[in-house]
């Protein structure tokens, strides 16, 4: 669908609010405050809630923007959101879609009918999210991707009743927060980068399953092989740079023999069903004990960080 509608306002004087104070809609909180858009968690658990205002600084510490912390507000629940002001509202909520479509039902009530209503959902399609509300319009995917606010792609999905020019809208919103935005035009499962993520996943985790690599070998091939490129190149610039017609030989060679199967590998699947579920279960393809993850966790945020610097001129600059 394609109408003219009013842009969101810059992030300094827009107010945004996040349903869910988990580890994505804090470090989704960083995206925003580190613009200085007015921002406000809702957050029913008191424990977890009180720790949002410290855990949010923190983060936005480490990226210097510490002067921004007072730009977040934390609320218990939308009862307490004073709905007259509020120009974007981003769901991150459990993945269950019972409860995301009872929220944007709550949401479509309560908030202004020109504000925006999107969902950071990876499982759910917005359409099946906002599936006989009234304003689907105004109602679209953001997906970020964790951690949010180190990671700086965010996909803006369109559902089946997406207004095009508030997708466009929302693009242009998170890129004055820093962000590097994408449009999908449609909200088929995975998205875009999950996708092609998956796609990739596959085909690791079958020559896992035939023994013809170990897991370390895989990650090794991909950090230190092909993946280490894409930090400087996606997949289609790269064609470019070693030479479509080489490319397409290849793919002619390879694509008969690659793994298509419709479900999950074994070595997932196993994994699955023994609670071996990675860091979160002390075992998954490594074994992990609580100083081992937090070290691995500290050189992963450190990597990450370096690479955010590397690239840093070809970000967008953030416009408060």
């Given at each position: 669908m394609q109408s003219n509608t009013t842009p969101l306002p810059n992030p300094g004087a827009a107010h945004a609010v996040v349903v869910g104070g988990g580890t994505m809609g804090a470090d989704v909180a960083v995206v925003l405050t580190r613009a200085q858009c007015r921002t406000t968690i809702v957050e029913p658990d008191a424990a977890r809630a009180a720790g949002l205002p410290a855990r949010v600084a923190e983060n936005l510490r480490a990226i210097g923007r510490e002067g921004n912390a007072g730009r977040l507000a934390v609320a218990a629940g939308l009862d307490d959101v004073d709905w007259s002001g509020v120009d974007l509202v981003i769901e991150c909520i459990p993945e269950r879609l019972d409860i995301k479509q009872a929220l944007f039902a709550e949401l479509e009530r309560r908030a202004r009918p020109d504000a925006i209503l999107a969902s950071n959902?990876?499982?759910f399609p917005i359409s099946a999210?906002?599936?006989?509300?009234g304003t689907g319009a105004r109602m679209l995917g953001l997906h970020f991707f964790m951690p949010a606010h180190l990671v700086p792609l965010v996909e803006v999905v369109m559902g089946e009743s997406s207004d095009e020019s508030r997708a466009d809208a929302l693009i242009a919103f998170m890129r004055r927060c820093g962000s590097v935005p994408v449009k999908v035009r449609q909200d088929l499962p995975g998205f875009l980068a999950n996708r092609l993520q998956h796609a990739l996943s596959r085909e690791a985790f079958d020559l896992i399953d035939r023994g013809i690599a170990s897991p370390e070998d895989v990650d090794a091939a991909v950090r230190f092989g092909f993946g280490f490129r894409f930090l400087a190149a996606g997949p289609v610039?790269?064609?470019?740079?070693?030479?479509i017609d080489v490319h397409a030989a290849a793919g002619a060679t390879m694509y008969p023999t690659f793994c298509n199967a419709d479900h999950p590998a074994r070595c997932l699947a196993e994994r699955a069903r023994d609670g071996r579920h990675g860091m979160k279960a002390g075992a998954g393809f490594y074994e992990w004990t609580p100083e081992t993850i937090a070290a691995e966790r500290a050189r992963y945020d450190r990597l990450l960080c370096a690479g955010l610097d590397l690239i840093a001129p070809e970000l967008p600059e953030i416009q408060p």
């Open positions: 959902s990876s499982s999210i906002g599936r006989g509300l610039m790269q064609r470019d740079h070693a030479g």
